[in-house]
């Protein structure tokens, strides 16, 4: 059993930076990769960064949507078992519920697709007022 609890939203400005939190219990050393899904009203929840767990030559690299690179970055810290979603110049289309996710099954790699979320935290609201 993973428990995932979300942490760090708030309401800023454009341009301002936030720092997400993502801690973790229980037994996610054994999984595949961990990271932040977003969702703004009226639109599907969408994958947004993520960081590779486990994997000889593979843990820590990361993957990140086109619509954030250069602006967030994904760490984590192993011995608090959290990952950190660091966000600067935010933009109100930014605007969003942020969901950490963790996937424990299938291929090495930092991506996850939505069905293979094992555990999701409880959301985060980010809200960039322009």
């Known amino acids: 059993q993973v428990q995932l609890v979300d942490s760090g939203g708030g309401l800023v400005q454009t341009g301002d930076s936030l720092r997400l939190s993502c801690a973790a219990s229980g037994d996610t050393y054994r999984g595949r990769a961990m990271g932040w899904f977003r969702q703004a009203p009226g639109k599907e929840r969408e994958f947004v960064v993520g960081?590779?767990?486990?994997?000889?030559?593979?843990?820590?690299?990361?993957y990140y949507a086109d619509s954030v690179k250069g602006r967030f970055t994904i760490s984590r810290d192993n011995a608090k078992n959290t990952v950190y979603l660091q966000m600067d110049s935010l933009k109100p289309e930014d605007t969003a519920v942020y969901y950490c996710?963790?996937?424990?099954?299938?291929?090495?790699?930092?991506?996850?697709?939505?069905?293979?979320?094992?555990?999701w935290g409880q959301g985060t609201q980010v809200t960039v007022s322009s």
């Open positions: 960081i590779s767990i486990s994997g000889s030559g593979i843990i820590g690299t990361t």
């Open positions: 996710a963790v996937r424990l099954r299938g291929p090495y790699g930092p991506f996850i697709r939505t069905p293979d979320v094992d555990y």
